[in-house]
């Protein structure tokens, strides 16, 4: 519970600065002192409140939040990164502006010199004067109104265009990564990637029937959900969930899990997968025989895990550990940081997800801080490292610069 208001509480203290911030540029920049002032004032407390409120409000059920909060989190999201990026033009426009002010002046004559005991006062300065102020606000009123237009039409296009991206359907990535150890009687050996389903409070059972019949079509020797599928429990979820069952491969189905089911009751969830007929992998691997020879299938719990039983940590050793080492081995793992763990065990290939690809540049650049793939095929410590950008989203029904997808990995011998 006190994990729960810290977290409310650190959302609303940064949600309260980025609106202190809007509200400085799009309102009290762009206005003057008035009734439309103190309107854009109540709207930015309110659209404040509002972002804290659905990230509470849809995990009590309230999910009537969820599409104004998160689109609104959205397009914050691009104010906020259009005005940063602004700021360093309109200082300089400034300063242009008003280096030609000051040289359009005239410059004062110099005052003769005063007799000796005359009296009366010094004339006051010229007006206009070099050094004295300039009190016409119309220049600085206009420059802010034309980044603060610029950057609302922007954001809100940006936004438009994310949510197309994100309700479509998922496109379908084909690559082939060479393996060493693959015998070369399994050659071609065809994985079917989905991760980040996300179902949740925007995306339901009908999300699920797309992806499931999108992945049918590929007639993949396995089918890999590498985590990240729920944001809500079974009671929530469950009816969403059931077309999992219809997944048609020739050895299998197989789920880690991902952060998210950690949020949302992980032992229900991985009674109710292996109820729909996915194995899931819970620290532990299998053998796949096909087409005469044999792979390693190895899957570890999410690196957040930090429980007991269904919800233990990630165990390398207990996957991996103790295995032929002729053999390849495919690691199912959802996060991409996983691999630096599983490098240490001579993985082939670690499968993940997660990152969503970014899901909204240029968040992209950040979350290269903490992963060490962000998108596609990358090499950790010897490793490979496919990154799905997963076939759902989380939060704002929002994708620009990652499209949803789901990967057919195919698997070559060397």
């Known amino acids: 519970m006190l994990a729960v208001l810290g977290f409310v509480g650190t959302l609303a ?56 909060g998160y689109l609104w989190l959205a397009i914050m999201f691009y104010l906020l990164v259009l005005l940063v990026a602004l700021e360093v033009p309109m200082l300089v426009t400034k300063l242009v502006l ?36 300039d009190h016409d606000p119309s220049r600085r009123l206009l420059l802010a109104r034309g980044a603060a237009i610029f950057a609302g039409l ?4 940006l936004t438009g265009y994310g949510i197309r991206t994100a309700l479509g359907p998922p496109q379908l990535d084909r ?10 009687s399994m050659d071609g050996l065809r994985i079917a990637t989905v991760s980040d389903i996300h179902l949740g409070p925007l995306r339901g059972r009908a999300h699920t029937e797309r992806i499931v019949a999108a992945i049918n079509r590929l007639d993949a020797d396995l089918v890999a959900v590498v985590g990240d599928l729920v944001d809500g429990s079974v009671a929530e979820l469950g009816e969403a969930a059931a077309p999992l069952r ?5 050895h299998g189905s197989f789920f880690v899990t991902g952060n998210h089911e950690y949020y949302s009751g992980v032992e229900e969830w991985v009674r109710e997968l292996d109820r729909l007929g996915l194995r899931v992998l819970q620290n532990e691997r299998r053998e796949i025989q096909a087409r005469g020879g044999v792979l390693d299938l190895a899957g570890v719990n999410d690196v957040t895990a930090a429980g007991t039983g269904l919800a233990a940590p990630a165990d390398y050793t207990a996957a991996l550990g103790d295995r032929d080492p002729s053999r390849p081995v495919v690691l199912l793992a959802h996060q991409p940081v996983a691999a630096v763990e599983a490098a240490k065990f001579g993985v082939d290939l670690q499968l993940s997800g997660h990152t969503h690809g970014g899901q909204i540049v240029p968040f992209n650049l950040l979350v290269k801080l903490q992963q060490p793939v962000v998108s596609g095929l990358g090499e950790v410590d010897g490793t490979k490292v496919y990154v799905t950008n997963g076939a759902g989203f989380w939060g704002p029904p929002v994708r620009v610069g990652a499209e949803p997808q789901i990967t057919l ?4 011998s060397a």
């Open 13 to 68: 203290l940064v949600t309260g600065l980025i609106h202190l911030y809007l509200w400085k540029r799009l309102v009290r920049d762009t206005t003057l002192p008035g009734r439309w002032r103190r309107a854009g004032g109540i709207t930015a407390l309110v659209l404040a409140l509002l972002v804290p409120a659905t990230m509470v409000g849809t995990q009590a059920g309230l999910y009537w939040l969820a599409w104004p």
């Open 175 to 184: 690559v082939q990564i060479p393996l060493a150890k693959l015998p070369r």
């Open 154 to 157: 922007t954001a809100t296009g």
């Open 409 to 412: 990995v195919e698997l070559r």
């Open 98 to 133: 008003r280096r030609r002010v000051v040289a359009a002046e005239p410059t004062a004559a110099a005052p003769e010199p005063a007799l000796v005991g005359a009296a009366g006062p010094a004339d006051p300065p010229a007006a206009g004067a070099v050094g004295q102020p």
């Open 246 to 250: 219809d997944l048609r491969s020739r």
